[in-house]
């Protein structure tokens, strides 16, 4: 079930799982210093990558709880990788889910975070009958803030300074979504 | 997994309540909602929930007739909504042209849910009958709709919100928002 077995397609972008051929585009995205400013990762080399595309691809099918669906995220048009998100969610009680990822900064700025986001949101309430789906970033991270505010979650808690990154204190942003908000954004969309 | 179906089965309970306390004499009585009367609201209801079925069925919809029993084409419609929720290979289907695409189930523990429980007071209200709404379904549904405010406003479901009084009770706050003189 929890997996993308099926690509899902979005208005512009396909969401696929991971597949071998995938190292270029995903060295392209993580080796600039740009993409890991806000992440706990330093840049890394083709060779670094290949060993994350095998945990990717080669990470347990039958996990079902605090499971990872890696999401590989492709411009349809030119069929290039353009993002790594996830959706990570817990099938306990609680129904929680998280969102997260980075989109290649050349692709920055069109609105392809939201449509993944959107469409993230849309697996997390509708398939896996998720109760609420929360996003972390950075607090300086002003981007992905934005861009999951666009689709509807709020900001909960402003952890200041609870993290000690590369060498600096940071604050967390924690935003989210709870199912029926999700529903009413059915009726009434935003955007 | 734990399932969740919201509110809808206490929701469609509460409004056949109030179908039932309708006397012979008021289904022509004026309502909240300006340009209804207590027939035209509850078929309303009905038919937001016909067409959902047709959309999910892929079958004609049709309006509630002159000669239809209201009380009876209200369970028959909420019956079948149920059964369709409660059965995985219907509640997963995508159902367009409510809103954004959605599954079914989606669908009957937001709009149907939201319609019935706003228009279960408004008859309620037409009809002098005790006006209480599910406190719990109340809290949902307005914790659900506030951030899609404008966007609900916009589209014409709902007047200009009011301000609700000092010390408004929760339901009293929720109707406000939606427009609702209390």
């Known amino acids: 079930m929890a997996q993308l ?59 079902i709880d605090k499971n990872v669906m890696p999401v590989a995220v492709v411009l349809r048009d030119t069929n290039r990788l353009v993002g790594d998100f996830m959706l990570r969610w817990t099938a306990d009680q609680h129904r929680q889910g998280e969102i997260g990822g980075s989109l290649h900064p050349d692709f920055q700025g069109q609105g392809l975070a939201v449509e993944t986001y959107a469409e993230l949101l849309e697996i997390g309430f509708s398939d896996f009958n998720l109760h609420r789906i929360f996003g972390r970033c950075d607090g300086r991270n002003s981007a992905s803030i934005r861009a999951l505010e666009k689709v509807g979650l709020q900001r909960e808690a402003h952890l200041i300074e609870n993290e000690f990154v590369k060498g600096e204190w940071t604050d967390e942003v924690v935003l989210a979504i709870r199912r029926n908000q999700w529903l009413a954004r059915q009726i009434a969309p935003q955007n | 997994m734990p399932t969740n179906h919201g509110h809808y089965d206490a929701v469609a309970g509460d409004f056949e309540r109030v179908l039932l306390g309708v006397a012979i004499d008021q289904w022509v009585l004026p309502t909240p909602c300006d340009e209804w009367t207590t027939r035209q609201l509850s078929c309303h209801v009905i038919e937001t929930h016909r067409r959902a079925l047709s959309m999910l069925h892929r079958s004609p919809f049709h309006e509630v007739s002159e000669s239809d029993d209201v009380v009876e084409a209200w369970r028959a419609v909420s019956g079948r909504v149920l059964e369709a929720r409660d059965d995985p290979a219907l509640a997963s289907r995508l159902v367009s042209g409510m809103g954004r695409d959605q599954n079914f189930a989606s669908l009957v523990e937001g709009l149907l849910t939201f319609d019935t429980l706003c228009h279960n007071w408004d008859l309620a209200r037409a009809t002098e009958q005790d006006e209480t709404l599910n406190a719990l379904a109340v809290a949902y549904a307005h914790e ?39």
Request: hydrophobic share 30%; proline share 7%; glycine share 6%.
């Open chain 1, 5 to 63: 077995n099926t690509p899902r397609q979005t208005s512009r972008l396909t969401l696929r799982e991971y597949e071998a051929s995938d190292l270029d585009g995903l060295t392209s995205l993580y080796s600039r210093e740009d993409v890991n400013r806000y992440l706990y990762s330093e840049p890394k080399n083709k060779d670094q990558m290949r060993s994350v595309l095998e945990a990717k691809l080669n990470r347990p099918r039958e996990i």
């Open chain 2, 144 to 182: 659900a709709l506030e951030p899609v405010s404008d966007a609900l406003r916009g589209s014409g479901n709902y007047g200009p919100a009011l301000e609700p009084a000092p010390g408004a009770s929760a339901q009293t706050r929720f109707l406000n928002f939606t427009g609702r003189h209390v």
